[in-house]
């Protein structure tokens, strides 16, 4: 059974950081590209960022900057580094895999980013 669980959402001043982190089982980490999404109720998911096996990353433009994600493909986890908040960064943030084998995604249930202004 395949499990990708977030933590590390919070509460944060803009301008201020928080690290996202997300465990995943179940699936061959090391053959899946890992990334974070996010949504704010109403809209739809959108891309935050992305990490290869070989860790080749991706970023909207958004964050690009302020954001980085880093993966340990011996724990099986996948990190968020979140800097210079916004107030336009609260969401809902979710863990993502992709896997290059089967080509389908996995979820996780979320965790709540808010900043405050």
């Known amino acids: 059974q395949v499990q990708l669980v977030e933590s590390g959402g919070g509460l944060v001043q803009a301008g201020g950081s928080l690290r996202l982190s997300c465990a995943a089982s179940?699936?061959?980490?090391?053959?899946?590209?890992m990334g974070w999404y996010r949504q704010i109720p109403g809209k739809q998911r959108e891309l935050v960022a992305t990490?290869?096996?070989?860790?080749?990353?991706n970023y909207s433009d958004s964050v690009k900057g302020r954001f980085t994600i880093s993966r340990d493909n011996a724990k099986n986890t996948v990190a968020l580094q979140m800097n210079n908040l916004e107030p336009e960064d609260t969401a809902i943030y979710y863990c993502?895999?992709?896997?290059?084998?089967?080509?389908?995604?996995?979820w996780g249930k979320g965790t709540l980013v808010t900043v405050s202004s």
């Open positions: 990490a290869t096996p070989r860790g080749t990353t």
């Open positions: 179940g699936i061959l980490f090391s053959l899946n590209d």
């Open positions: 993502n895999a992709y896997s290059l084998l089967g080509r389908r995604n996995y």
